[in-house]
């Protein structure tokens, strides 16, 4: 029985041993196929031939190409609003100065109306209906903007003023009489002010 036993475990120990073996030789097979050195051709690596400056140039290249386009868009942005505003300033200049040929036309009627006061009775009834016109007529110029230029006493000025003759009793280069008085819409000048001035 015990002889038995004997080659039992001796046969359990060849088993345990035979596993051992087993296990290395799975292991240096392993090691053995991955070795660099034992590949074959046709397992070898293909050998890296990418070029690192190449892709670093074609990446500045492309960052460049990026930012030229952003800056196109800003330019084409800028453009676009600044066109906007030229618009809109066109536009209200085209509102502010409509009535300027149909403001200069009623100008013709002011001046009558004034002609006619400065000649008119004091006592006539038709004279305080004539004033009274006038006064109108000229509260609805001023609501749209339009100004009388009368200047009277004051230097003269080539760009609102206009000399017809001289004026001896004025002090030099001052306004002496106002012949017809001058107008302006929103700031520009509808018709200069017809003026002597002193020498």
Known sequence: MSENNTNHESSKQNVAHDNVDHNDSILEETMQEFDPQNASEDD??????????????????LEGEVKQAKEGTARANAEAYNAQKRMEQEADKSKKFAL??????LLEIVDNLERAIENADANDPVAEGVQLTHK????????????????????????????????????????????????????RLLRPAMVRVGQ
């Not at 070898?44 to 290249?61: G, P, Q, S, V, Y």
């Not at 300027?100 to 036309?105: D, G, I, T």
């Not at 100004?147 to 001052?174: R, S, W, Y």
């Open 44 to 61: 070898m690596t293909i050998e890296n031939e990418i070029d690192l400056d190449t892709f670093k140039a074609r990446i500045a290249e």
């Open 100 to 105: 300027q040929k149909f403001a200069k036309e």
């Open 136 to 187: 109108a007529l000229v509260a609805v110029l001023n609501k749209n903007g339009v100004e009388a230029v009368d200047p009277q006493g004051e230097k003269f000025n080539a760009d609102l003023h206009e000399a017809v003759g001289i004026d001896a009793d004025a002090e030099a280069d001052t306004v002496g009489t106002v012949l017809q008085k001058g107008y302006s819409l929103n700031g």
